[in-house]
């Protein structure tokens, strides 16, 4: 069985698919293209039966935060394990409420991936059975892995806010001396003595 | 309240009511055989379980996060931490994505240095399952002698690049130093010690009735279970599934070695029960693995060439702006796969560690319907999960 | 024992035991110093068992075991035991108070009452019981109460486990226990502890396990159902550390801790000394049986007393070589599972127990008729009866070892090792 490149790929599924299929990224060390949201689960489930591409293996499943471009954009790597194939796909999900549809009834590998995007990025599965938070304990306020996340001031009382170590340790030495009295006064009469022992300066 | 109210699990959102006579019980997150802190629901109805949900979370240190605040370099300590028991594998996971992305060639024998600390660390990291799993099943003395032979394989490595543990071996271009003269010779009389050790090994546990009964037949994964539910490595290959990413998409200096990949056959023995894709057979392929990976290093250190051991990296590694490059290899506990995002500045966009263990841990729940508490503890033990590669 | 207090009573104190009103005294006094003889035996066993215990199974795991408390580390169990006392007693809040103090005593009671009828020696024991095996089956079984009692009283799900582990694995291996001792009953025709000793020789020939092979096979049903009932690994489920934490005594701390392994401990010898007594001769010493019958036909007093001592010598050596081979296979083997160990005992202990009883039966009958009344004394080799139990014990007994050893050899030489037994 042989292995497609991704620009056959590309143009199996551009040919069935149409528009809802994106262009091939330039080369850039890993061609992807993307998917329209829509039609994600149409072209997964062809991807998954069709016998000469049959990408039986969700081998990733993640998300990167484009927040300049106002989109999640939720990346895909299938394998197929008969023909030795891997493809790259990805798909923009609208950053203010992101919504797509799960793959966990293709493959059940999606499952536990699609519940870390959730609680990374907060994008939600259409049609996932037990949608929660995995990494993160379950009332946690915030989607850390987005480029916007700010520290909500700490969770149930425990701050995540500190001094950075360094900047004490740097001013160790100032913080030192301001804390020590200061030193004593100089006696007059060693000031009297003091131009006795002068050596005559030079004109 | 009804009485089949009583008692209620909230997990997450997921509320789960307990049967009439089914008690619920928290294996973890401080249990002795959890394989660090995981966290599993059990509802059981006296030994049988009903469910067990489980829970991870409790060493999630935010390495993904990180990765976008340090430099590409700046990463590499990290991912010793993403799996501490096989960190070499994430090292060089990281190294050969950002590679890529950089389009950088590394030298021979800087990869013949990865492919051989690589191989002992599989050794080592199967030695801590195999020692785990049977001192889970109560056998209590292969552990020490596990860890006696992973003394010798931490001061092999330790003589290379300094660390016993997080090694920060394998860098971005190469790996950080040469091998120091006298290693060769150290190394192959250790391999050879090793041998005979698998030997032992196989006279007192893989072949113990008892060992044998508990594990044959056990949580029977099917090829295409195990393919659909994205397990990966030796959990794959027990299934029957033959694929193996050091053969198949070699890297490194994979493609010079002769080498033998074993699948799961039912190792346990008709006798017995076994199937295969069991827990015998999944603990038996990992014993069969340390054979190959002996195999491998010795080959390694035969044919290990001169020159370079670091290719010329520029000082600050700016990738071109918005490549992105995945990375797969064949680590111990599976194929772990690194996809590094760049955005063209000197810190990554994105970095994301897949590894094998968070995905083996969703097929935990559907197994363990029916098993015993005893069996579960021999499942988790068998599918070699560890708390760091799940929650990163 | 009786009439050695009366005859103190009588020749020292100078009273006449059966009118003097402070006899009672007396016999109260020496029970008590027996008892605290047997206590302090008991006790002190069990400590140095768990001392002697961490060193091998360091020695078997490629390390050293305990080595900085006193010489080789012997003081350790003294300073176990010395921070176990001191420790805080915790009780938790939510457990049944009573109970919870209550269990660990069940527990003790019921080990530390198996040591009145076991023999150390020749006429060496607390009593003579004429029902001592029978006695000692059913005072065993004091102890899963206290098990029982503290899983529940814990309050704690994990310890509930462990408790009913327990319940169902040693009530379920009393039966074949029961049924195997029968083996040696018949063969000796008592349930005293004593007779079933004086049935047996001192060669090994002349053993209980060695005479037939039921004999051999009663000694092996024995010592699974022993090792089930003293939750000793494999079937230390009740306190499988790696599933259940630490089953029945996971709430318990200091004292009443070491109370729950003062008795696995101590338990070893009891069991170690019920089986020597049963099959493997007891306190008889190799080639001196005819001289102890010379010594007993001449008159009581007339055995001397190195024979008390060698006699006690030559049952603790077979019951410390048994204990040996408990904590042996404690280190080597795994733990089996609730449902195997459930199946093995009623499916195959049990039916297995009733058959070498019928055949012991079938085998005594036919004994008596072939060699008459004293078909069931002990003889030497010219009798042939004496051959008979010479073949069996060459088959069973020389054979396996022979065997053994060899393997072994072999093993260790595969490793690349050499036997090296200076590296203690």
């Not at chain 2, 596990?146 to 330790?158: K, P, Q, T, Y």
């Not at chain 3, 202990?349 to 085998?363: D, E, K």
């Amino acid at each position: 069985m042989p292995a497609l490149t991704a620009e056959q790929i590309h143009q199996r599924l551009a040919a069935r698919f149409g528009e809802a299929i994106g262009a091939l990224s330039p080369p850039k060390k890993d061609p992807f293209f993307t998917i329209a949201p829509e039609k994600l689960l149409e072209v997964a489930r062809f991807l998954k039966s069709d016998p000469e591409l049959s990408f039986d293996f969700l081998q990733d499943l993640t998300a990167t935060d484009h927040p300049k471009d106002g989109v999640i954009k939720v990346v895909y790597h299938f394998y197929s394990y008969q023909h030795r194939h891997l493809l790259a796909a990805k798909v923009h999900a609208d950053r203010k409420s992101p919504e797509l549809d799960s793959l966990e009834p293709l493959w059940k590998a999606a499952n536990w991936m699609e519940r870390e995007v959730y609680d990374l990025y907060g994008v939600t599965f259409r049609g996932h059975p037990d949608l929660r938070r995995v990494l993160l304990p379950d009332d946690w306020v915030g989607h850390p892995l987005r480029k916007d996340y700010s520290e909500a001031g700490g969770y149930h009382e425990i701050s995540n806010v500190r001094d950075n170590p360094l900047d004490l340790y740097l001013n160790l030495d100032r913080m030192v001396k301001a804390q020590q009295p200061p030193p004593p006064a100089p006696q007059p009469a060693a000031a009297a003595a003091k131009p006795a022992a002068e050596p005559p300066k030079g004109a | 309240m009804s009485l089949d109210q009583l008692t209620i699990t909230r997990v997450g959102d997921r509320v789960e009511h307990a049967d009439q006579g089914e008690m619920v019980l928290n294996m973890g997150p401080q249990h002795p055989s959890t394989h660090g802190v995981i966290n599993f629901v059990v509802h059981a109805d006296g030994e049988v379980m009903k469910r067990a949900i489980p829970q991870v979370g409790y060493l999630h240190r935010a390495i993904e996060k990180i990765g976008e605040i340090v430099t590409y370099n700046g990463f590499m300590p990290y991912t010793d931490r993403v799996d501490y028991l096989a960190a070499m594998f994430a090292n060089e996971g990281y190294a050969i994505a950002v590679e890529k992305l950089m389009g950088l060639q590394v030298p021979p024998r800087a990869q013949y240095l990865r492919a051989i600390s690589c191989e002992l660390n599989r050794i080592a990291s199967h030695l801590v399952s195999i020692g785990t799993m049977a001192m889970d099943i109560g056998a209590v003395t292969p552990f020490p002698y596990a860890l006696r032979e992973r003394e010798s394989i931490n001061d092999l490595i330790e003589a290379l690049c300094g660390a016993r543990l997080t090694y920060n071996y394998h860098r971005i271009g190469g790996v950080a130093f040469d091998m120091p003269d006298d290693w060769i010779p150290l190394c192959r009389k250790w391999l050879d010690h090793f041998d005979k050790t698998l030997d032992e090994w196989d006279r007192l546990i893989s072949r113990n009735e008892i060992f044998v009964q508990r594990l044959a037949g056990l949580a029977v994964v099917p090829a295409a279970m195990a393919i659909d539910y994205g397990l990966v490595g030796p959990n794959l290959r027990a299934s029957g599934v033959d694929f193996d990413l050091r053969r198949d998409h070699p890297y490194g200096a994979y493609a010079d070695f002769k080498f033998e990949v074993p699948i799961g056959k039912g190792y346990a023995g008709a006798r017995a029960g076994g199937k295969v894709g069991d827990s015998y057979d999944r603990f038996y392929c990992r014993v069969l693995e340390c054979r190959e990976s002996v195999r491998i290093t010795r080959q390694a250190c035969d044919k290990l060439p001169g020159g370079e051991f670091m290719a010329k990296v520029p000082k600050k590694i700016r990738p071109e702006a918005w490549s992105e490059a995945q990375s797969r290899i064949e680590a111990a506990r599976g194929e772990m796969a690194y996809y590094v995002v760049s955005d063209g500045g000197e810190r990554p966009y994105r970095v994301r560690a897949r590894t094998g263990s968070y995905l083996a841990m969703g097929i935990i729940e559907d197994l363990s319907r029916g098993l015993m508490i005893a069996d579960l503890v021999a499942l988790i033990a068998s599918l070699d999960v560890v708390a760091p590669e799940i929650d990163r | 024992m009786k009439e050695l207090l009366d005859k103190i009573v009588l020749e020292r104190l100078g009273h006449d035991p059966a009118t003097w009103p402070l006899t009672q005294g007396v016999y109260l006094a020496a029970m008590l110093l027996v008892a605290v003889l047997l206590v302090t035996f008991g006790a002190v066993f069990a400590g140095i068992v768990s001392w002697w215990e961490r060193r091998v199974a360091g020695r078997m795991q490629s390390r050293i075991g305990p080595n900085r408390v006193g010489p080789g580390g012997f003081l350790q169990w003294i300073a176990d035991a010395l921070k176990l006392i001191l420790k805080e007693d915790l009780i938790p809040d939510e457990s049944d108070k009573v109970l919870f103090r209550l269990a660990p005593y069940f527990v003790i009671v019921g080990f530390l009452l198996t040591f009145v009828v076991l023999p150390f020696g020749y006429h060496l024991s607390a009593t003579n019981m004429n029902v001592g095996l029978f006695y000692v089956v059913s005072i065993t079984a004091l102890v899963v109460v206290g098990i029982l009692i503290s899983g529940w009283a814990s309050n704690s799900k994990w310890a509930l486990f462990g408790g009913i582990r327990a319940a169902a694995q040693v009530v379920s291996y009393e039966i074949p226990a029961g049924l195997v001792i029968l083996v040696p009953i018949m063969m000796a025709g008592s349930l005293n502890m004593h007779d079933i000793i004086r049935a047996q020789g001192g060669n090994p020939w002349n053993w209980f396990m060695f005479q037939t092979p039921m004999g051999f096979a009663a000694f092996f049903v024995l010592f699974t159902s022993l090792l089930a009932e003293g939750n000793r690994t494999p079937f230390d489920l009740p306190e499988a550390e790696s599933e259940i934490v630490a089953g029945y005594n996971t709430e318990y701390s200091g004292m009443r801790f070491a109370y729950f392994f003062l008795a696995e401990w101590g338990n070893l010898w009891v069991m170690s000394a019920i089986l020597t007594t049963l099959f493997l001769g007891g306190w008889q010493v190799p080639f001196l049986d005819s001289r102890l019958r010379m010594w007993e036909a001449a008159g009581p007093g007339n055995v001397p007393a190195w024979f008390y001592l060698l006699s006690a010598g030559v049952f603790a050596l077979k019951t410390l070589i048994l204990v040996n081979v408990v904590i042996w296979i404690r280190w080597t083997f795994p733990r089996i599972r609730v449902d195997q160990m459930m199946s093995l005992c009623w499916k195959y202990l049990v039916p297995i127990a009733m058959g070498l009883v019928v055949l012991t039966a079938v085998n005594e009958l036919v004994s008596f008729q072939i060699w008459g009344p004293k078909a069931q004394e002990p003889v030497g080799l010219s009798h042939p009866r004496g051959w008979i139990h010479f073949a069996w014990f060459a088959v069973g007994g020389l054979l396996p070892l022979v065997a053994f050893a060899m393997k072994t050899r072999r093993n260790i030489a595969l490793t690349g090792d050499r036997v090296d037994l200076t590296n203690w």
